[in-house]
């Protein structure tokens, strides 16, 4: 009966699918081939299909059903960025076409239209469904590929579950989803590029459509998956590695990279909803310093605002507002404020947001050509067009005083757009935008890329306002591409054990998404955390790029003092470890803005053939520590796996005994982080903020193994005056034979004069004292010898013509 039962549902699951498809319309026969510069061009029936070589090794595809493509625009990617550079050799059999560039080969099989992405070899890459051809419903259309067995998908953004897509279908409609758990979809932004994953060789695909989207990784049909979207323009691109570096590399190539932050956002942020009023935020402050818990940011909430207007100060609560926010700066405290994107409906108040935007007509509509007004925070209001040039020009101007009483930065939230008192939580889909190619669209397209332009006016102001400073920008809602113009979160989580472990994955993916600059509440947004819970996140918050711990109003405090001395030593050192890792950190930043590769990265991205890894626990921060944290409230013994090759333990200095490896409780104090043999990890002393020049030489910690290396960046970490020389560009280099390891710093590039006259290097791996010690071929005394840590110490002038020690045993 059993048997029978499986039988019927599997019918029945076929049949619904079957119907399902009943009214879509597949492309039908290639019945011409035009071949353009770069490009191929295909009919099919009405259809047309244009296949272009970005470069040889990113192929993009449009498909016009009624045989006209829109204007050439995209928010995600830049017209440059598209603008193809790469020439097919084209191949027509009559029933198969191929077009080849030097990396890859479309094949396209004409009856019916089929198209294959394959490897210079011929080897397939990724191929359509011959099942579920290509097909279009009205405005609705639908792609689907085979699905290998032992492939794997990442990516997608910020969805929770685990880092792997397969199996997993998705949503993407930016939501306010206040309180979301693992199985919540959609979340709060719109990222349609996914990686794929096969035998240590990846590929990626990125669906340029801001409509509502959705991805389906075998939850429909077992072998196949699938991707579309409700309207707009079928327009994806395909990435070819086959490292999945490479893919990463090339999605940031067209969809932008992040700008170099501030340094202050790289360290500790402190936030709640809500600090107030004035005295509890200068408590905060001074308890920070008076503890010596390193900390640069305090965040202030919606509750500074009188009535929660945006842009306005409660005075009653913060009657010297102006002051305090020097009187922080003096202590080393930046301040970042809360600047929703809806402006209170106040006709006749007085209120310069509302007044500005109305006389200029700058407002969202409804059809009827009224001004759209919805429930939020301060009541009834009205929302910018923000995909509208000069409606986002004039957001930027918003923010002339607050940065004139310098605030440092600025936290665009509900931007997805969140509207109270609607089952949707977002406007109606007829209200209608302008857009920045011309003319009008309604809300169905404008909703996916809304928080993006937020962020964009934000972030575009601010450089009109202070040219030569970076802009930090924290953006809750994006779209593909927004990494150009602001960091983000996760949004509001919940301070549970269970949000704690899918942490990692979300950011992972995030990272894999183009947003490197990425974080989440820590300790969790709903809720109040147990002292191990906030515990073990602090910890694990070291290691991720954006360091906040927020929460929700009402909710107990979350300081790194509560919960008593023992749990407060344990968070102030690791925060501590992450003030020191900052030239670490900084550097890797640095190196971001030019690969766009994510600081936090999953094991593969390092090691595509790594084998069996917890990928949900186990991730790099940057390309040489590696964090394996405990995910639980158990002390149940952990397993830890390390990739190929050697590696050191960062807590011990010791190298790993790979035989010696067992599962192991992990105590509430310890988080297992582990160095990459040839790793160079430059380190600084602990400072109460990065506006505190550190006291003492820079370390540079030297981990001997293959291909041993490292790099140095620093620059004045406020400024754009780096594009212009002013930086410290270094790098460093280790060589190891049987009884020598020779250590070298390059000359520096740039003229910036860093805070270190000197640098000590630590070298691990010592299996005793040295014999001697050269420095540029003179002896070097003063060397000492760690038995317990097997390591030995050395201090040399730092000078920008560089310089090569090397110790002898």
Known sequence: MKAIRQSAALVFVFLFSALARASWEPLGNVTAVVRQPHAIVLTAGKAKVSITAINEAVIRVRVAPTGVSPANFSWAVALESNAPTGNFDVQDSGGILTASTSAVKVRVEKAPLRISFLDAAGQVIVQDDPRHPMAFDGGEFRVSKLMPEDEHYYGLGDHPGPLDRRKLAFTHWNTDAYGWQESTDPLYKTIPFFLGLRQGKAYGIFLDNTWRSSFDFGKQWRDAYSFGADGGELDYYFFYGPHPKTVIQRYADLTGKPPLPPLWSLGFQQSRYSYYPEARVREIARTFREKQIPADVIYLDI????????FTVNRERFPHFEQMIRDLGQQGFRVILITDLHIASLPNAGYKPYDEGSANNYFVHNPDGSVFVGTVWPGPSVFPDFTWAPARNWWGTLYKDFVADGIAGFWNDMNEPSVFLRPDKTMPLDTVHRMDRGGTTTHREAHNVFGMENSRGTYEGLLKLQSNTRPFVLTRATYAGGQRYAATWTGDNSSTWNHYRISTPTLLNLGLSGFAL??????????????DLLTRWIELGTFNPIFRDHTDTGSANQEPWVHGPEHEAIRKRYIEVRYKLLPYIYASVEATTHTGLPIMRPVFLEYPEAGDFDQDRAFFFGGDLL??????????????????GDWYDYWTGLPVDRAALRPSKIA???????????????????????????????????????????SLYFDDGTTFNYKGGDLLRAALACQTTANSVTLRISSSEGRFQPWFRSLQWTVFGARSAPAQVTLDGRPLSGATYNSREQSVTLTTPYTKAGSEIVVTY
């Open 303 to 310: 509750d500074y605002q009188q009535d929660n207007r945006p």
């Open 518 to 531: 990425i974080g989440d509440d820590i300790g969790g947004f709903k809720g109040s955390p147990t002292p």
């Open 627 to 644: 964090v394996e944290p405990q995910i639980d409230e158990t002390l149940d013994p952990a397993k830890i796996a390390l990739p190929p």
């Open 668 to 710: 509430l104090d310890q988080v297992p982080l582990y160095v990459r043999a040839g790793a160079m990890i430059p380190q600084q002393p602990v400072v109460q903020s990065t506006g505190e020049t550190p006291q003492g030489p820079l370390e540079l910690r030297v981990y001997p193994g293959r291909n041993c290396q490292g």
